[in-house]
């Protein structure tokens, strides 16, 4: 197993802030470590229809991080791998939190960080044996899904190598440049899964090798992609005076701070002769109420203050506000634009109150039965997944989306030349057209949210049916006809259709007439065909152009299957445009769905 594929999938939602073409670190560190182990490794960021999957099917292996937004489509990409047998292992947050939903797609999981455990695994898998004793990893033993126990330690950050971001194709056209300098955060935020991913104790590495690193990028604008990149001040001061005194001549770069860093003058002098060009702030609320319940420990006059001083060292300001907490209304969302606005604000990023995987708010949610829609891919900030207390969830959406329209409006771009340059006019230029662009192909959320019944959470079986059996089948391989089996459930705004038995031409038209009685005004629609098969080629070609038609009815179709050769004929239908396809998606997974039972 000489040759490795590490992919970081994107989302194929629609949303304002997809567009930079930046990867998050983690792979590209693994991918560093397997180069140095000897192994060929090559490195992609995109969706499945713009990977080079000629160069992918060459892998002996393939490694897959995502998060929630992305899972979807990297859990698609895993099914299209292994279904011509190329072994995957899938990490990264939302599988960290997720390991039993992530394991039905997988054949091997990586928990929590990755550095310590990857390359021990691919030695593992590589000489055929079971990784039992490697830390935060799952697999498949005997059918059942293994956890092994998690790795009890942080990961050093002074013992992983710099990244290797040639690894990724076409890395040259990177507008900014990630570079990491710490992990985990002091803070605790109700809403954020940063510090149950890695920690609330700040590890950073040594200056002398982030100096080594930065002196690669001089001329290049540089992204600092630390959750906090100031919160150890004696460590920051000291990594920006070395900057200043060796020259190191960056384009520039942005840091995510939080508000007070602003109030320590020494730092600010710091970051601005350092060249740092942008900050990107956290404010997240102006309701105190809301500051209060997101623990938050800051107040709406800190933001205030924090904005001039930032403006005074020409250093413009990213703000990102968070809407829909317990005590956010309607109103309080129109403020926060005004407020923006008012108090010069050079960029904005509202979004709203999401409730990932592994946070408190999540499972506090869960509970509570607030939670619209497990749809991960929209869980990215920018849809109502949830019920707010205070308005409803096509309230939140179409306020939000009212406001970054106000903020992004033909008559704000200009206000910010005079104390922040032409930058600021730029981005909010770009904002502009962005914004629209994502209110007109988000129409049909809208009309989702209105439509959904909030209060059911429990599955609602729409329709339970008994078809015929087919009248021809392969009575030398001792297949007994049966009826087909179709049941239909919806919960949380996605449907679930079932389909079980054997399937010729003359049932598929009565399956076909079956489900044009689908509802429609569903976001998702999941088809199970664990338990179908075809009894001629004729047939499952016939069933995979009716999967397109229904494509066409929803906004994200996925089939689920375990039998590779099925799997293998719904691919080669129509292969060159498998992925072209509207809103079809094939996840594939070898194992039982925990908890399923056979009709």
Wanted: charged share 25%.
């Amino acid at each position: 197993m000489q040759k490795i594929v590490l992919i970081e999938p994107q989302s194929k939602e629609d949303h304002v802030y997809k567009h930079v073409r930046m990867p998050r670190l983690g792979l590209p560190i693994l991918g560093t470590q397997l180069q140095d182990a000897g192994y060929e490794v090559s490195f992609h960021l995109g969706t499945g229809d713009s990977l080079p999957w000629s160069k992918i099917f060459d892998a002996g292996l393939v490694g897959i991080s995502t998060t929630s937004a992305t899972c979807r489509e990297g859990y698609q990409i895993a099914g299209i791998l292994r279904s011509n047998n190329i072994p995957v292992i899938i990490g990264g947050i939302h599988a960290s939190f997720m390991p039993d939903e992530a394991m039905q797609f997988a054949d091997y999981i990586v928990r929590g960080e990755a550095e310590y455990s990857f390359l021990p695994l691919v030695r593992s898998i590589e000489a055929g044996k079971t990784p039992k004793d490697i830390p935060g990893v799952s697999y498949w033993f005997n059918g059942e899904m293994v956890h092994n126990p998690p790795l009890q330690s942080r990961v050093d950050m002074d013992k992983l190598p710099i990244p290797d971001l040639t690894l990724l194709e076409n890395s040259s056209s990177m507008r900014s440049i990630p570079v990491m300098t710490s992990r985990g955060c002091p803070y605790n935020c109700t809403f954020c899964s940063v510090t149950q991913m890695f920690g609330r104790r700040y590890r950073y590495r040594c200056t002398e090798s982030i100096l080594e690193e930065l002196a690669q990028f001089e001329g290049k604008h540089v992204f600092f992609c630390d959750d906090n990149f100031v919160a150890d001040l004696k460590h920051s001061k000291e990594l920006l005076r070395e900057m200043i005194d060796r020259k190191i001549n960056l384009k520039g770069f942005g840091a995510q701070v939080r508000a007070e860093a602003a109030f320590d003058d020494e730092l600010m002098d710091l970051l601005s002769r350092a060249g740092c060009s942008i900050v990107y702030i956290g404010f997240e609320s102006i309701n105190p109420d809301t500051l209060k319940g997101y623990n938050k420990q800051q107040t709406v006059d800190d933001i205030k203050e924090s904005i001039r001083r930032f403006h005074k060292y020409k250093i413009r300001i990213h703000g990102m506000f968070v809407f829909g907490g317990d005590a956010d209304t309607a109103e309080t969302i129109r403020e926060t634009a005004d407020f923006a606005l008012e108090a010069k604000i050079d960029s904005i990023q509202f979004m709203m109150l999401t409730p990932m995987p592994g946070t408190s708010f999540f499972n506090q949610l869960e509970s509570e039965g607030r939670v619209i829609t497990h749809d991960w891919s929209l869980y990215e900030g920018q849809h109502a997944v949830f019920m707010p207390v205070l308005m409803s969830p096509e309230e939140l959406q179409t306020e939000t989306v009212k406001a970054l329209k106000k903020f992004y409006s033909l008559s704000n771009i200009f206000k910010n030349v005079t104390s922040t340059g032409w930058s600021s006019a730029l981005y909010r230029l770009i904002g502009w057209g962005l914004t629209r662009h994502f209110a007109y192909r988000n129409r049909w959320y809208v009309q989702f949210l209105k439509n959904q019944q909030y209060s059911s959470a429990r599955p609602v079986t729409l329709f339970y049916r008994l078809l015929q059996a087919p009248k021809i089948y392969n009575r030398t391989a001792g297949i007994k006809p049966s009826p087909l089996k179709v049941s239909l459930i919806e919960q949380k705004g996605i449907l679930y259709l079932k389909i079980k038995g054997f399937v010729d031409s003359l049932n598929l038209k009565e399956l076909n007439r079956t489900l044009k009685e689908l509802p429609r005004n569903y976001s998702q629609m999941v088809v199970n065909t664990e338990g179908m098969r075809f009894v001629s080629e004729k047939a499952a070609s016939g069933f995979a152009a009716h999967l397109e038609k229904l494509g066409g009815r929803m906004r994200r179709l996925q089939v689920v299957t375990t039998a590779e050769k099925q799997a293998r004929s719904l691919l080669n239908w129509k292969r060159k445009n498998r992925f072209k396809l509207p809103r079809f998606e094939l996840l594939v997974h070898k194992h039982s769905m925990p908890g399923e039972r056979s009709n």
